[in-house]
């Protein structure tokens, strides 16, 4: 995702809905978000649907990183052979 420009990437919120359209369509092009405001304070940020999803691809992967070594510190690990018998037995049952 790119910086943000506090010139063109913040919008208060009437602004937004006068030019919806042209909004929605400069984020899916310019891969760029948009930070709504209301009464002068953020209210919303607007990504284009590719973006959401790399963002939540991301915390996926975060959130699995963070679970293995987290099981890790408790020593809730596999020795290679255990992982291979694993492996074979969740295999066996597809």
Known sequence: MKNISVSNDIIPVGQFKASLAKYLKEIQEKKNSLIITQNGRPAGVLISPSEFDKLKQT????????????????????????????????????
């Open 59 to 94: 915390k996926l992967f975060i959130d699995s990183i963070s679970r293995g070594l987290s099981d890790s510190e408790r020593g809730e690990v596999f020795s290679t052979s255990q992982l291979r018998s694993e492996l074979q037995k969740s295999r066996a049952v597809k």
